[in-house]
């Protein structure tokens, strides 16, 4: 909507008709001889109103009251304001700028001296508007080709990530799965400890990271790969070599100072390291392991023991927890646990809710030697 219309506010009607005179060719007038009045006309008509003429000292309302009234709603923003008054001291002008005018007049006032610069605030404000709406609808041009790119890098992760599944001839839903609970465990863990105040955005890199945990199963032998069995010792230690491999991919397509790179890096690698050493490749400890891989690693396992597998059937999810929290898979890190304790009605639900075969309940599932060596 066009801004084509002053309002001028003042209880002395001369002064009003004065202003109205000098203005009326090129814009609407509109008067108030109240701070009521006043009030009214601004909301009414907020969104006509080029420039406001306020009166500082009126009845019922001040002129600092009615800039009150314009600041609580919003329209001291957008709509400039030039103070008039005949009673002029610094503590009032000071409290009229800090109130949110954009000018003061004194009264007698020289008619093209109030024109010049009623001219000079309308315009400013109407660039400084123009600019601001250019700026909204450039930020949200921005945001939604962020949007498009980062919906098209999920694509290419997950189409990356599905090729070692569709190789090892899984049903695809492992990654889809994986992505689920490390964002469960992410955003648990940030609302349970401060020092992992992770950003939305940091969380969502990570969540696609844990993606390519198994990006190195590219390079193991089918005959690994494949084998419907347990693994050999000899095979096994082919199979764990897939962490590395996966990382060596990577590399190849490094980022320099890239956060995204970071996390794919570190979680391709370190998904297999266990809190007490005893994982692979490294045998790192403690919290040497990246929070973001000790995540995806008891994820990896959760997922491993609840789904079927063509040499297994699948562990109930309160089986599969209880598993993991006796140390039956490797040791966890206490907060990676409690984490686990939290979730575990949730995960239970999200295993159930998603399309693969019945689970077998199992009590008493101690063995854990259907859980083939190096399948997470």
């Known amino acids: 909507m066009e801004r084509d219309t002053i309002l001028i506010v003042d209880d002395v009607e001369v002064n009003r008709s004065l202003l109205s005179c000098i203005f ?29 003429f306020l009166d500082l000292v009126m009845p019922k309302r001040s002129g600092l009251e009615v800039l009150e009234y314009m600041r609580m709603h919003g329209h001291i923003n957008t709509i400039p304001v030039i103070m008039i008054t005949g009673e002029s001291t610094a503590d009032s002008d000071l409290k009229a700028y800090e109130y949110g ?23 400013l404000f109407r660039s400084r508007m123009d600019m601001e709406a250019q700026l ?41 799965r994986v992505k689920y609970f490390t964002r469960i465990f992410l955003n648990t863990l940030c609302s349970r400890y401060p020092e992992y105040r992770f950003t939305k955005e940091q969380v969502d890199l990570m969540v696609n990271a844990s993606a390519l945990h198994d990006l190195g199963k590219i390079a193991i032998p089918d005959s690994i790969l494949l084998k419907p069995a347990r693994l050999t010792p000899e095979e096994y230690e ?30 391709c690698r370190w998904h297999h390291e266990r809190y007490d050493g005893k994982g692979y490749p490294d045998g790192l400890t403690g919290n040497e392991i990246p929070i973001w891989a000790q995540v995806v690693s008891i ?65 008493n599932g101690s063995d854990v030697a259907h859980l083939r060596q190096g399948d997470t």
Do not use: W
Request: aromatic share 10%; proline share 2%; glycine share 2%.
């Open 136 to 176: 909204e609808q450039r930020t949200s041009q921005l945001l939604e080709s962020r949007k498009k790119l980062a919906s098209a890098n999920e694509f290419l992760i997950n189409a990356l990530s599905s090729v070692v599944e569709f190789r090892s001839s899984e049903s695809g839903e492992h990654i889809k």
């Open 299 to 363: 994820v990896d396992v959760y997922d491993a023991l609840v789904s079927k597998r063509v040499y297994k059937t699948p562990y109930a999810a309160d089986t599969a927890v209880r598993m993991i929290m006796d140390g039956e898979c490797g040791t966890f890190s206490p907060k990676m646990l409690e984490i686990l304790s939290l979730v575990q009605d949730v995960l239970k639900d999200l295993t159930e809710s998603f399309s693969f075969a019945d689970f077998t309940s199992i009590e």
């Open 24 to 52: 009326e060719d090129r814009y609407h007038i509109l008067e108030a001889e109240d701070g009521d009045q006043a009030v009214e006309a601004i909301s009414q008509n907020s969104e006509k109103l080029a420039l406001i």
């Open 238 to 267: 082919v199979m764990k070599k897939h962490s590395v491999y996966g990382c060596d991919l990577l590399e190849r397509f490094k980022q320099e100072d890239s956060e995204f790179y970071r996390y794919c890096y570190d979680i």
């Open 101 to 123: 005018t954009s000018d003061i007049i004194y009264k007698p006032f020289v008619s093209k001296v109030v024109k010049k610069r009623a001219e000079n605030i309308i315009e």
